[in-house]
């Protein structure tokens, strides 16, 4: 089991993003549990991100919508640094 590790700038962008969209509020929960219990579980389409946002991977919610964040194997610790939109996050 992993352990997960909200910044500050994530539990902002999270209260607004579930302001936002209420009817993902027991979605966004489940992800971040599957997260704790195997954050390479198929579902969550975990991916690296090029570019820019070189070193940070990034799960999907929803088609439309990410988390990014950093997974440190060592540690066994996520690192959740954004949600929001495709295009949000990848900013």
Known sequence: ???????QHFLRRAR???K???DL???FAQIVDD???DPFAPHLAYHHLGGKLKGVQAISITD??????TVAISD??????DVGSHDEVYR
């Not at 089991?1 to 910044?7: D, K, L, Q, S």
């Not at 439309?64 to 964040?69: D, E, G, P």
């Not at 066994?76 to 640094?81: A, G, Q, S, Y």
């Open 64 to 69: 439309s919508y990410r988390i990014t964040l």
């Open 16 to 18: 607004k993003f579930l």
């Open 1 to 7: 089991m992993f352990t997960i590790v909200a910044t």
């Open 76 to 81: 066994k610790e996520i690192i959740l640094l």
């Open 20 to 22: 936002r969209h209420p």
């Open 35 to 37: 997260l704790k219990q």
């Open 25 to 27: 509020q027991k979605r």
